[in-house]
């Protein structure tokens, strides 16, 4: 029998092979060479690469299919805790304008993520003085608020509500009063002035404060759900 040998320098070549040589795997074809059915073992096809989340992304995710399920609620708020591996710690149902918490579930907020709905007004107002309260008294990393138009976060750290209170009378009295001389011109309708008085607030503490970005983040969006 002919089987072809192959040489580094030289290539192949062509030489006469016993058959039982060639079975024994001493012919041209090598033990590397085989091909399945000629005593090969099947080559197992790769693994599919599952792309890795990252805690970031998985937070994301939780928090906007969270607040997907939650946005368009009119008759009542809908809080859910969320901590920082994306994982839910628990939700709560309140009433109309408040969701009410316990000891235990209170202390469950530090250093986590809180979000919860504003039914109230359609579009979605920014956060009450309470949220903010207990997003600064009880270390929440960040407390959220969702409406049907926009998305509040606010994130807080090395601030107490003291430092932040005296600040926010201030911011609020002077959006009162520019909100009243606009309502009473007829450029703001009442109805924009409650939509709006909260986040204008929350816009001027940090200003009035001086608060560093590392201090005070705070933020509302277009959410598109």
Known sequence: MVSRDYNDTWGGSLRATRVRDLAAGRGGLG????????GAAPVAPPAPVV???SPEQRVAQTVARE???????????EAVLIDSNGDILFHKSGGATEVAFTDDE???MRGNILTHNHPVKKEGTSFSVADVSLAATHK?????????????SLKISNLSWH??????IAADEAVRSKNWLAIHDGTMTIE?????????????????GR?????????????GY
């Open 31 to 38: 033990p590397a060479a085989r091909l399945p059915g000629a």
């Open 51 to 53: 792309p890795s989340v």
């Open 67 to 77: 607040e997907q399920a939650i946005y368009q609620l009119r008759d009542h708020e």
């Open 106 to 108: 209170i202390a469950m």
């Open 140 to 152: 929440i990393a960040e407390i959220r608020a969702v409406g049907g138009r926009y998305a509040y």
């Open 163 to 168: 430092e932040i209170d005296f600040r926010r």
């Open 192 to 208: 924009e002035a409650e939509l709006n008085h909260h986040h204008e607030v929350w816009t001027r503490v940090s200003e009035l």
């Open 211 to 223: 608060f560093t970005p590392e201090q005070w983040q705070y933020s509302r969006v277009e959410h």
